[in-house]
């Protein structure tokens, strides 16, 4: 039943439509956020654009957005208010008024001395504000017919006369009931400063956390959406659920941040490097520096891998996820090398091998997503690469596997 959620500020594309229900999806979860009952629930376009359950109340939101830096204010003239009055009275048989509140959210202003600045309490007296829109109801309705009569064109106020009519055709008693369950939220925030809002709402978490878990509660928050209008779940999304999900948001964030334990940590005295790391870049011709080099990354790699696996159980499938996206890189350059150098020289097949060498240790760091999202270090992605070549599951002479499977 949701009306078209944007203000007519001339944008009609198909953008503003797709916007003015994103944000409308965005505006059920800041909402569900800010809840303070535990019984609160959300429902998108149900009753109305965003529908919210609390202790057998509802409260129905209609949502009217812009990107517009001045977007046009609301007025007892607004079609956007007329509209939306409307939507509410054709939802009337539907609700019980007693329990039922109904808001106009827009991120317009509400002009200052406006007679619909009542509507910002929801206890301020509406007598006036009821007169002025009956008056302005009978206004349009009377000001359209006599168009019609004269053979206008356009007629006048074609975009609310049936808005206003509908409003007419309330009885007087049941009007000024329904008027004082009316509430207006206007200069809302915007889709944009919508996440930021709800960042604001996550108090319980550190705030350098709050935009992270905001961004992964909106991602799981979408599938939801896409599920309640498929039937493949509950068409109201609970409060609970919403804080059970960022807390489960919050641990993973928190098991993900690693330490880099090695970085500035040496190999011990007595360590005896794998002569593996030696051979493969011997075949290369790499420089003793680089051996060294290779070596000590090797060991900080390693020794990383050992701290991790001892201290936590999900880390072995991490750690070979990680390998796996390590040797798919290296394998992309591997085999056109491979495929390029068939006829090649030996010194030609060296130096190329080499140059693969030397991306692994000074370019796959910044080219291959990280270990975990705080990891910046470079040691994990150098070094990993020499535990793989220890194990021959990667290498940098095209021909590596077959003269290293020859005797040293």
């Given at each position: 039943?949701?009306?078209?959620?944007?203000?007519?500020?001339?944008?009609?594309?198909?953008?503003?439509?797709?916007?003015?229900?994103?944000?409308?999806?965005?505006?059920?979860?800041?909402?569900?956020?800010?809840?303070?009952?535990?019984?609160?629930?959300?429902?998108?376009?149900?009753?109305?654009?965003?529908?919210?359950?609390?202790?057998?109340q509802s409260l129905l939101s209609q949502l009217k957005h812009s990107l517009s830096n001045k977007p046009a204010a609301v007025t007892l003239s607004s079609a956007a208010l007329w509209?939306?009055?409307?939507?509410?009275?054709?939802?009337?048989?539907?609700?019980?008024?007693?329990?039922?509140?109904?808001?106009?959210?827009?991120?317009?202003?509400?002009?200052?001395?406006?007679?619909?600045?009542?509507?910002?309490?929801?206890?301020?007296?509406?007598a006036t504000l009821l007169a002025l829109l009956h008056d302005e109801a009978q206004r349009v309705v009377d000001e359209h017919q006599a168009g019609r009569a004269a053979g206008k064109h356009p007629v006048p106020h074609a975009d609310r006369v049936a808005s206003c009519a509908a409003y007419l055709e309330l009885d007087h008693i049941f009007r000024e009931k329904f008027l004082s369950r009316i509430t207006v939220q206007p200069a809302a925030s915007n889709i944009i400063q919508i996440p930021t809002e709800i960042a604001k709402e996550l108090k319980s978490f550190p705030p350098e956390r709050r935009e992270a878990i905001t961004g992964k509660l909106m991602e799981w928050w979408d599938l939801q959406v896409?599920?309640?209008?498929?039937?493949?779940?509950?068409?109201?999304?609970?409060?609970?659920?919403?804080?059970?999900?960022?807390?489960?948001?919050?641990?993973?964030?928190?098991?993900?941040?690693?330490?880099?334990?090695?970085?500035?940590?040496?190999?011990?005295?007595?360590?005896?490097?794998s002569s593996m790391i030696a051979r493969q870049l011997q075949l290369v011709g790499g420089t003793d520096g680089e051996v060294q080099a290779a070596e000590r990354e090797e060991w900080r790699a390693r020794s990383q891998r050992h701290k991790w696996l001892n201290e936590r159980v999900d880390m072995a499938v991490r750690i070979h996820r990680y390998d796996q996206l390590l040797a798919e890189a290296w394998r992309d350059k591997h085999c056109v090398m491979v495929e390029t150098h068939a006829n090649a020289t030996e010194d030609a097949k060296r130096v190329s091998g080499l140059e693969i060498f030397r991306w692994s240790y000074s370019h796959a760091h910044a080219q291959i997503p990280p270990f975990a999202h705080n990891w910046s270090t470079t040691y994990y992605v150098r070094g990993s690469y020499q535990v793989l070549a220890v194990e021959q599951e990667v290498g940098w002479h095209p021909d590596y596997k077959a003269l290293l499977a020859k005797k040293p």
């Open positions: 039943m949701s009306s078209a959620a944007y203000i007519d500020d001339g944008s009609h594309s198909a953008v503003s439509s797709a916007l003015g229900f994103y944000y409308q999806s965005l505006y059920g979860l800041l909402s569900i956020v800010r809840a303070s009952q535990d019984d609160a629930a959300v429902c998108l376009e149900r009753l109305d654009d965003v529908e919210i359950l609390t202790n057998g509209k939306t009055l409307k939507a509410w009275i054709d939802v009337l048989p539907a609700v019980s008024l007693n329990n039922t509140r109904f808001q106009l959210v827009t991120v317009a202003p509400i002009p200052s001395g406006s007679p619909l600045e009542v509507l910002l309490d929801a206890t301020s007296p509406r896409v599920y309640s209008f498929c039937d493949k779940r509950d068409r109201a999304i609970s409060m609970l659920e919403v804080q059970q999900k960022v807390a489960e948001i919050a641990g993973e964030l928190e098991r993900d941040e690693l330490l880099a334990d090695f970085q500035f940590v040496t190999p011990p005295g007595d360590h005896i490097p």
